[in-house]
T-cell receptor, first 115, second 114 residues
Framework: DTEVTQTPKHLVMGMTNKKSLKCEQH?????MYWYKQKAKKPPELMFV???????INESVPSRFSPECPNSSLLNLHLHALQPEDSALYLC??????????????FGDGTRLSIL | KNQVEQSPQSLIILEGKNCTLQ??????????LRWYKQDTGRGPVSLTI?????NTKSNGRYTATLDADTKQSSLHITASQLSDSASYIC?????????????FGAGTRLAVHP
């Protein structure tokens, strides 16, 4: 069992739908991350939150909208996605943005399919 | 350009055998090097983290080495088990700008056969 919990595990949505991915951790970590992973490729960083504030946006299209309601929760709101957005979306957390030698703990991801 | 290259791309070994995976990197400034294991359909799990001053680190049957001079790392798996079948990802941390950015290799897909 991972210490970072992501829901749902699978999501199928149409291009006009609005949905949200949820990530939760209770390790007291203050940095949280969203990654996108295509099949047989390494994860690609999308967003970084540090102390509930958006620190890094890796030029992600606006159809992806992150939100960090509190230190334990991270959401990714989805709207008007494209078929090429189908991927595994991974959430991760680490003690803090400045803790360089601490591992990032990953959830098991949400498998997203866009019809 | 910061890059992490892994070899081989894929590897098949028999249960009980040992194997070594390779990682070369060109990342500056270097903060640390990590090895992650990713089972199919799961998130990556951290195996080891090594800083500049560390040459070797073990986690059970996994032993990672780091040569910061040649910018090479290896992950040695001893007495492989079927459960070792997974992708192994080498990740180098670049702390340029004060942010712990991870640069991922493409991974080595390991299959352990009975």
């Amino acid at each position: 069992d991972t210490e970072v919990t992501q829901t749902p595990k699978h999501l199928v949505m149409g291009m006009t739908n609005k949905k949200s991915l949820k990530c939760e951790q209770h390790m007291g970590h203050r940095a949280m991350y969203w990654y996108k992973q295509k099949a047989k490729k390494p994860p690609e960083l999308m967003f970084v939150y540090s102390y509930e504030k958006l620190s890094i946006n890796e030029s992600v299209p606006s159809r992806f909208s992150p939100e960090c309601p509190n230190s334990s929760l991270l959401n990714l709101h989805l709207h008007a996605l494209q078929p090429e957005d189908s991927a595994l979306y991974l959430c991760a957390s680490s003690p803090g943005r400045w803790d360089f030698n601490q591992p990032q703990h990953f959830g098991d991801g949400t498998r997203l399919s866009i019809l | 350009k910061n890059q992490v290259e892994q070899s081989p791309q894929s590897l098949i070994i028999l249960e009980g055998k040992n194997c070594t995976l390779q990682c070369n990197y060109t990342v500056s400034p270097f903060s640390n090097l990590r090895w992650y294991k990713q089972d199919t359909g799961r998130g990556p799990v951290s195996l080891t983290i090594m800083t500049f001053s560390e040459n070797t680190k073990s986690n059970g049957r996994y032993t990672a080495t780091l040569d910061a001079d040649t910018k090479q790392s290896s992950l040695h798996i001893t007495a492989s088990q079927l459960s070792d079948s997974a992708s192994y990802i080498c990740v180098v941390s670049d702390n340029d700008g004060g942010y712990n950015k991870l640069i991922f290799g493409a991974g080595t897909r390991l299959a352990v056969h009975p």
